[in-house]
């Protein structure tokens, strides 16, 4: 019977020892336990470290989409709405952090809201929340954005079966444009950025070319990546032009292709030409201030 117990003890060292052993070769190696220091590589939720705020139907879910082809890139996957919204914003910074993806150190943690840019609330709310975050802004000509705007706005309310007006009732006041229209309040480029250059500098502001995105996507990509501080990943083979749908797709590294839903690209609501070329006239000084600020031009209407 003693016999029995000691050989067990003896056993019992021996495996102690070799787990010792097998405990300094992983420390070694660089691995550790959970309880004695925290892995580098440990993945968590990080406030982002650039926003898409905007504009409305500018193309923001494109933009968000192509970076999200680059390695270094995790992007939340809905509209926080977290500065914009009191609701939300009132839940306090645990709250936005927990809509974020999880990320590895060194990822750019990407969250898009459009109608940040349009809110006069926002821009100290996001200073406040870090003053060294990057803005991006992907725009369109102002005229053909609004009307995609209302096309939205129709197609959701036809959906839900509700009323709605022609968009020229919405537009026009006595024959002229009205300028209490919200839609076309959103298109008034100059006045909302304005508001965000008092607070952030110029170069925090990064300025997207929505027609160019759609058209050839790749330069625009490259541009963003060199503001964003990324290592040039995103190639040109990352895109293929798809002739059913009339625009651009997204391959990624691992061969998974996607497309922009059924949404792009929807038909415009009717608008006679002769009122699209009054709000063209309207536009024509607010884009020409807008171009003076960002140091660009762009060929609108």
Request: with cysteine; aromatic share 10%; glycine share 4%.
């Amino acid at each position: 019977m003693l016999w029995t117990v000691l050989l067990a003890l003896l056993v019992l060292l021996l495996l102690q020892t070799q787990l010792c052993v097998c405990l300094r070769v992983l420390r070694v190696a660089g691995y550790s336990s959970p309880s004695s220091s925290p892995s580098r590589n440990a993945t968590k939720q990080r406030l982002p470290g650039a926003i898409i705020i905007g504009v409305r139907k500018g193309g923001t879910r494109a933009l968000l989409e192509m970076l999200n082809l680059h390695p270094d890139v995790e992007v939340a996957k809905a509209e926080v709405h977290y500065f914009n919204v009191e609701e939300h914003y009132r839940r306090g910074l645990a709250w936005y952090r927990a809509q974020m993806p999880f990320t590895l150190p060194g990822q750019v943690t990407v969250e898009k809201t459009p109608g940040y840019f349009a809110s006069p609330q926002v821009p100290q709310r996001v200073w406040e929340m870090n003053p060294a975050v990057r803005l991006l802004l992907i725009v369109r000509d102002p005229a053909e954005r609004l009307v995609s705007d209302y096309t939205q706005v129709l197609h959701n309310r036809v959906t839900r079966h509700k009323p709605y007006k022609s968009l020229e009732e919405l537009l026009l006041h006595q024959g002229h444009i009205d300028p209490a229209y919200k839609a076309l309040q959103r298109s008034l480029y100059h006045q909302h950025l304005d508001r965000w250059l008092d607070v952030f500098p110029r170069e925090q502001v990064h300025v997207v070319d929505g027609e160019a995105l759609i058209r050839d996507p790749f330069p625009e990509l490259r541009r963003a990546e060199r503001f964003l501080d990324l290592l040039p990943r995103i190639t040109p083979s990352n895109f293929y032009f798809n002739t059913t749908k009339g625009f651009y797709c997204l391959l990624s590294a691992g061969g998974h292709d996607k497309c922009l839903d059924e949404s792009k690209g929807r038909p415009h609501a009717p608008l006679s030409s002769q009122t699209f070329r009054k709000l063209c006239r309207y536009f024509k000084e607010p884009n020409r201030l807008f171009f003076e600020m960002v140091g660009r031009f762009f060929s609108w209407c």
